[in-house]
């Protein structure tokens, strides 16, 4: 079975711009969730997508925005790019929507400049 | 609020020692408890994760850890470092229904030779 896989793997944007962060879920699994990894810091939870649908949000603007497709895959958009932006935006897929069987990709690590 | 605190963000041991990683949660719920594993620009690796049931877990690569709901404690053990145990060490809380993990900060191991 194929694992979580997340595109790009780094990216480089300036402040302001807008960018937008693939993720495929593992096979079978029909929930992503969207965590972003500050350095130094451990995973904040952005926000969760069900059957195509939002689940939940973490404590993050609405500059913040997802989509699920029909296929279980996700982006994670994110407008008006802030330098503390930058950190390491991982997905986790599972099964149901709970935390209790994730798995997560590699990462993509953004860069505000 | 659910919390999760990590002592040492850095903890240094010998090859061939003990390692004992320290992860203390708050919580007014049963908790489920998980270690992750994360090597440099790399996504998160679960280690183990307690739910129910047997307080003593044991996980990949030769770690485990106990549960222990009096000193609301889920430390994180391995009797022989090696050096590829090198990385960051993240301990996670989650509720039963809970759809996202809270983290702690993360505590980065190093081995010596």
């Known amino acids: 079975e194929t694992g979580v896989t997340q595109s790009p793997t780094h990216l480089i944007k300036t402040r302001g711009q807008q960018v937008t962060l693939r993720c495929s879920s593992q096979s079978g699994h029909n929930t992503v969730s969207w965590y972003q990894q500050a350095l130094g810091q451990g995973p904040q939870f952005i926000f969760q997508?069900?059957?195509?649908?939002?689940?939940g949000r973490g404590n993050f603007p609405p500059r913040f925005s997802g989509l699920q497709f029909p296929n279980y895959s996700s982006e994670l958009n994110v407008n008006a790019l802030e330098l503390d932006d930058s950190a390491l935006y991982l997905c986790?897929?599972?099964?149901?929507?709970?935390?209790?069987?994730?798995?997560f990709g590699s990462g993509t690590r953004l860069t505000v400049v | 609020a659910q919390s999760v605190t990590q002592l040492g963000s850095h903890v240094s041991v010998s090859e061939g020692a003990l390692v004992l990683l320290r992860c203390n949660y708050s919580s007014s719920v049963p908790p489920y408890l998980f270690w992750y594993v994360q090597y440099p620009n790399q996504g998160l690796q679960l280690l183990l994760k307690y739910t129910t049931g047997a307080t003593l877990v044991k996980g990949i690569n030769g770690f485990e850890a106990e549960f222990k709901k009096s000193e609301t404690s889920f430390h994180l053990t391995k009797p022989s470092a090696h050096m590829s145990d090198a990385a960051e060490y993240f301990c996670?809380?989650?509720?039963?229904?809970?759809?996202?993990?809270?983290f702690g900060s993360g505590t980065q191991l190093t081995v010596l030779p």
């Open positions: 996670a809380f989650s509720s039963g229904s809970a759809r996202q993990l809270t």
């Open positions: 997508y069900y059957r195509e649908e939002e689940n």
């Open positions: 986790a897929s599972s099964l149901d929507k709970t935390a209790y069987g994730y798995t």
